[in-house]
């Protein structure tokens, strides 16, 4: 008996799914392959935007970092009174100057910034390289699960309908002992955890679904049917995926970028531990009891006492 059953839902399965496999799907308006849903992904979704705006921020900070800085003017005005010793005015007047300076940087200091700021570039455009790519590789991993999915879905409700069928056939003939009853159970035991795997099957499709079209920058309930795509595979060999993965993993190249950073941000705090200085001219012209007019050139250099940047150069070895 048991063996009668088990040939009959093997040929129940092996009659039911050929067919299945045959059916070519329907041409529908929003049936997409995976590499066009790529491609709207790449091009709709937010974060692709953030990473770019990214980029263009690192891009101002280079052209920051290679400004040199404005000069400063300061004027002073006032009122002067000139007195001799025994007390007695001797003169009274305005008394005013002018003057200009400007901001000399330490040699080598703006090179290391922008040094500095071309890295961040390049740390930008490799994590959004890295990112457009793990975006397209899950783009592609979601659409190949909705296929595979709705295959399932099709392939198990397909063959639970022929089993409910057959289900029903057996229910109409004249019950002879408990052999018929039995195997009517069992087929519709089958039939239902058939339609438990379709329906787990649907739900799988329908939470890819929403996770691609969040993905593509849409609302989590469009429609949208996956069409299938042709997958080429290439053999490689294991030594030329190492050394592939030694050259172009995103992690590497990311590190790599970030110890050359630090280097110039190490150099950039040394190089800070000596003072900018302020070179400029003056004009200062006094009419009291004579009329007294001053010009030359000024210099200022802050005196690095008690501030070496030790702070700042420790930090970042540390970093």
């Given at each position: 008996m048991k063996q009668n059953i088990l040939k009959l839902i093997l040929c129940l399965t092996i009659t039911g799914v050929p067919s299945l496999m045959?059916?070519?799907?329907?041409?529908?308006?929003?049936?997409?392959?995976?590499?066009?849903?790529?491609?709207?992904?790449?091009?709709?979704?937010?974060?692709?935007?953030?990473?770019?705006t990214g980029i263009a921020a690192a891009k101002g900070a280079l052209k920051t970092a290679g400004t040199i800085r404005n000069p400063e003017f300061n004027a002073q005005a006032g009122y002067k009174n000139a007195r001799d010793n025994s007390g007695g005015l001797s003169g009274e007047g305005a008394a005013w100057s002018l003057s200009v300076s400007q901001t000399l940087e330490?040699?080598?200091?703006?090179?290391?910034?922008?040094?500095?700021?071309?890295?961040?570039?390049?740390?930008?455009?490799?994590?959004?390289?890295?990112?457009?790519?793990?975006?397209?590789?899950?783009?592609?991993?979601?659409?190949?699960?909705?296929?595979?999915?709705?295959?399932k879905s099709a392939a198990a409700r397909k063959v639970a309908d022929r089993f409910q069928t057959l289900s029903e056939v057996l229910a109409q003939r004249e019950p002879a002992g408990v052999t018929p009853l039995l195997e009517?159970?069992?087929?519709?035991?089958?039939?239902?955890?058939?339609?438990?795997?379709?329906?787990?099957?649907?739900?799988?499709?329908?939470?890819?679904?929403?996770?691609?079209?969040?993905?593509?920058?849409?609302?989590?309930?469009?429609?949208?049917?996956?069409?299938?795509?042709?997958?080429?595979?290439?053999?490689?060999?294991?030594?030329?995926?190492?050394?592939?993965?030694?050259?172009?993993?995103?992690?590497?190249?990311?590190?790599?970028?970030?110890?050359?950073?630090?280097?110039?941000?190490?150099?950039?705090?040394?190089?800070?531990?000596?003072?900018?200085?302020?070179?400029?001219?003056?004009?200062?012209?006094?009419?009291?009891?004579?009329?007294e007019q001053q010009a030359g050139i000024g210099v200022s250099v802050p005196i690095p006492f008690w501030d070496r940047n030790a702070g700042n150069i420790e930090a970042n070895k540390q970093a």
């Open positions: 045959a059916e070519k799907p329907s041409r529908i308006a929003d049936q997409m392959t995976p590499e066009v849903l790529v491609r709207q992904a790449l091009e709709k979704n937010p974060e692709v935007n953030f990473y770019a330490y040699p080598g200091r703006i090179a290391l910034r922008k040094a500095i700021a071309k890295g961040d570039i390049e740390l930008a455009e490799l994590h959004f390289e890295q990112f457009r790519l793990t975006l397209a590789a899950r783009v592609r991993k979601l659409a190949c699960s909705v296929l595979i999915a709705q295959e009517t159970r069992i087929i519709d035991g089958n039939a239902l955890t058939l339609h438990r795997q379709a329906r787990e099957a649907t739900l799988a499709e329908q939470t890819a679904l929403a996770e691609l079209n969040q993905l593509r920058g849409q609302p989590a309930n469009a429609r949208l049917k996956v069409s299938g795509a042709e997958l080429e595979f290439v053999q490689v060999s294991l030594p030329a995926l190492l050394n592939a993965a030694r050259t172009n993993s995103f992690d590497i190249r990311i590190r790599d970028a970030e110890l050359t950073q630090q280097g110039f941000k190490v150099s950039l705090s040394k190089n800070e531990r000596y003072p900018a200085i302020a070179v400029g001219p003056f004009y200062s012209q006094e009419n009291a009891a004579d009329k």
